[in-house]
């Protein structure tokens, strides 16, 4: 199978570092020009350096996907630097760790507004200029939190959910024009967000998983690089759980 992607423009949002790192390193090496996206810019640029270095094509963006102007701005600099974007990578994320009991109004509104808004700020920005051209792909990094709930990740659980419905719902509306989708909803993977949230109890989290291991970054980064190719091409409204067995919803 021909993943190539030779010729398009991947956008992918948090790719400084994580799964998106691994996300932009992956559209990369398949012949794609990619933009990287992150809130913290130097991040961002350490990783298009990354690629340019390896003989890639890639340029770095400040843009926080909660701010609709910076998303606006960072579709713009995409457009004026590569002139189109065939692919969107939804992948800016972030979630805090507390009982819903002890959670406030201001966690929520971070976990909806990063996680769930965040996606839709972004979508939003280019789906005018995906529907003119007759082609895209958008895929949203959910959760499989957002399929069965974590406890301790309530309002994340709900963002992810979110996420997946949005897609399914987007799907509907975009596939008359050459639109594809999809979701894609990671196990624990180890990045600095989970291993954070994990703490001292990666070998209990391990013993849940049918495959014995927490995921890495480029298992996630190699289902995005598949659903955003033509290989995918008749995939759509999907949440792709690429999680070693954890949850098989
Ligand atoms: N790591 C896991 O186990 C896991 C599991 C399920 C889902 N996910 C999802 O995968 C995605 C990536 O997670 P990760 O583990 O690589 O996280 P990470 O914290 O390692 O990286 C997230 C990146 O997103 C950027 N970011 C955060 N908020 C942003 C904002 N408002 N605007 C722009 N950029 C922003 C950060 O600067 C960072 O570079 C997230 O959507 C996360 O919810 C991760």
Redesign the pocket.
Do not use: E, F, R
């Given at each position: 199978m021909e993943l190539n992607l030779r010729g398009k423009v991947a956008l992918i949002?948090?790719?400084?570092?994580?799964?998106?790192r691994a996300i932009a390193l992956a559209f990369a090496n398949e012949g794609a020009r990619v933009a990287v996206?992150?809130?913290?810019p130097a991040?961002a640029a350490d990783v298009a350096d990354e690629i340019n270095q390896f003989g890639g094509e890639a340029i770095s963006i400040q843009?926080?996907?909660?701010d609709e102007a910076q998303v606006r701005a960072m579709v713009d600099k995409v457009l004026t630097e590569f002139g189109q974007i065939d692919i969107l990578v939804n992948?800016?994320?972030?979630?805090f760790h507390k009982f819903f009991a002890q959670s406030t109004r201001k966690d929520w509104d971070i976990d909806i507004n990063?996680?769930l808004l965040?996606a839709m700020n972004c979508a939003s920005a280019v789906v005018q200029h995906m529907i003119d051209r007759r082609y895209g792909k958008i895929v949203s990094?959910?959760?499989?939190?957002g399929k069965i709930g974590e406890a301790r990740l309530v309002t994340?659980s709900a963002a992810?959910a979110g996420i997946i419905a949005f897609s399914k719902a987007l799907a509907k509306e975009l596939g008359r024009y050459g639109i594809n989708v999809n979701s894609v909803?990671?196990?624990?993977?180890e990045?600095?967000?989970?291993m954070g949230l994990l703490g001292d109890n990666v070998d209990q989290v391990v013993k849940s998983y049918a495959i014995r291991r927490l995921?890495k970054?480029e298992d996630?980064a190699n289902a995005v690089v598949f659903l955003a190719s033509d290989a995918a091409s008749f995939i759509t409204g999907q949440s792709l759980s690429v999680n070693g067995g954890y949850s098989m919803a």
């Open positions: 949002t948090g790719g400084g570092q994580g799964i998106g996206a992150d809130k913290n991040t843009a926080d996907v909660t992948n800016a994320g972030t979630a990063v996680n965040g990094i959910a959760s499989d939190a994340y992810k909803s990671p196990g624990t993977i990045t600095p967000l989970a995921g970054p996630i």
